[in-house]
């Protein structure tokens, strides 16, 4: 009975030591793991954050590239809009020209019948009812002036853009042109209508009376020595125009 207890207590205590050493190789074997694991885990950790930042880089790159991209388009667009705007306006001095070159071809078969000048105020192309008095008067030897033309010359003073002025002065001879043909049904075909802008002043644009002398219209009543209106006929188009 008694070495039947001492080979329990022997069996036990072999058996915990057996527990004890089968324990403390697994903790060693979890902590040899865990520190060769560790560096693998980190060093994927790295290459992540790596790998983000470099996606992140490239976005800001094409980010980048595409406002570049942008601003370039934008640049051109605004080039090539100013280059269509400088070739209306030489489109529109050259048909000008080319109207103002017609009539003075032929303007030898005509002569001066009557004139009239009307003014306007600093930058603007209306009528006042002083001015429109003048073309009233004037209106009076339109009726009675077998083949005529009428040559309406807008003018400005020196202040301001070329560009603005010649503008300025097309307007104001249209105001004219339009006031004769609503109050006197005369045929816009009988108009020659120009804007000469600063280029045609009349006095000293260095005094304050000469630029307001250069502010006008003027109005020239001009017949056919012949008798003949083709002249008028055949260029009413570009009268009609401007």
Known sequence: MIMQIRRGAMLTLALGAGFSLLMSTGCATK?????????????TNQLDAATAKN?????????????GIDQAQGSADKAQHQADLASQQAEAAQASTNQLSGVVANIGNYKQVATATVNFAFGKATLTSSETQKLDSFAQQIGNTPSY??????GTDSIGPKQYNFELSQRRAQAVERYLIAHYQIPPYKFYVIG???EDAVASNKTLAGRAQNRRVTIQLL?????NSQMAGSSSSSGQNQ
Request: aromatic letters at 2%; hydrophobic letters at 30%.
């Open 196 to 198: 000469m802008g600063k």
């Open 223 to 227: 017949t056919d020595r012949t008798g």
């Open 149 to 154: 033309i009428l040559a309406l010359t807008g």
């Open 55 to 67: 996606q992140k880089d490239i976005q800001n790159v094409d980010q980048r590239a595409q406002q």
């Open 31 to 43: 902590k040899y793991v865990r520190s060769q694991v560790q560096p693998v885990v980190e060093h």
